[in-house]
């Protein structure tokens, strides 16, 4: 069964930096997209951004408010997607959960349990 | 402000039949296909409807989704207990090249 475990979230200053891991098994990772989605508190859903599998070009999108802020790897000898994060913002506390992408469906196929991260002074 | 619109509440009785609309324009829901999430209190989000109205396997059949236009719902008929969550309906929008959710609508059963 896939299962993907984030960690790395914490408290964070405005303006520093955290990395966050997301580790997955239970399926053919070198294979997988992996995608951000965060939930600030009490908030909705929020797309932060996507990797693709190398076989696709490992390339990455994201989303308007994190681009040249956020950026998205990935090791696959590890299993595991980092997001770093850079000049964090007030707007950026949130539940990060990663989550893989069937590309053909565009579904967010599977979920992690998520890792908070509270960005205040 | 989500890019997808949904009313912030629905709510039924155990039974009754419960609608969510999710509104959006061309470059999202009007020419991609719309994916809804079910998010139980406390947990994380479990995709609950794929390709506009296709249900992953163990998705009871009284959920059920449609689209038409730049619009999309997803139906709950014989509501239950444990449909009490947030819904959110997503799409790949093509003018963002990225994916949108909805805003997110909270079932309550009574």
């Known amino acids: 069964e896939a299962q993907l475990v984030e960690s790395g979230g914490g408290s964070v200053k405005p303006g520093g930096s955290l990395r966050l891991s997301c580790v997955a098994s239970g399926f053919t990772f070198r294979s997988a997209w992996i995608n951000w989605v965060r939930q600030a508190p009490g908030k909705g859903l929020e797309w932060v951004g996507r990797?693709?599998?190398?076989?696709?070009?490992?390339?990455?999108d994201y989303a308007a408010p994190v681009k040249g802020r956020f950026s998205i790897s990935r090791d696959d000898s590890k299993n595991t997607v980092f997001l770093q994060m850079i000049s964090l913002k007030s707007e950026d506390t949130a539940v990060y959960y990663c989550?893989?992408?069937?590309?053909?469906?565009?579904?967010?196929?599977?979920w992690g349990q998520g890792t908070l991260v509270t960005v205040s002074s | 402000q989500s890019v997808l619109t949904q009313p912030p509440s629905a709510s039924g009785t155990p039974g009754q039949r419960v609608t969510i609309s999710c509104s959006g324009s061309?470059?999202?829901?009007?020419?991609?296909?719309v994916n809804w999430y079910q998010q139980l209190p406390g947990r994380a989000p479990e995709l609950l409807m794929y390709?506009?109205?296709q249900r992953p396997s163990g998705v009871p059949d009284r959920f059920s989704g449609s689209k038409s236009g730049t619009s999309a719902s997803l139906a709950i008929s014989g509501l239950q207990s444990e449909d009490e969550a947030d819904y959110y309906c997503?799409?790949?929008?093509?003018?963002?090249?990225?994916?949108?959710f909805g805003s997110g609508t909270k079932v309550t059963v009574l």
């Open positions: 390709n506009d109205y």
């Open positions: 989550t893989t992408e069937s590309p053909m469906a565009t579904t967010f196929d599977y």
């Open positions: 990797i693709r599998s190398k076989i696709n070009g490992g390339t990455t």
């Open positions: 997503a799409a790949w929008d093509d003018s963002l090249n990225g994916y949108v």
């Open positions: 061309r470059s999202n829901i009007g020419s991609k296909t």
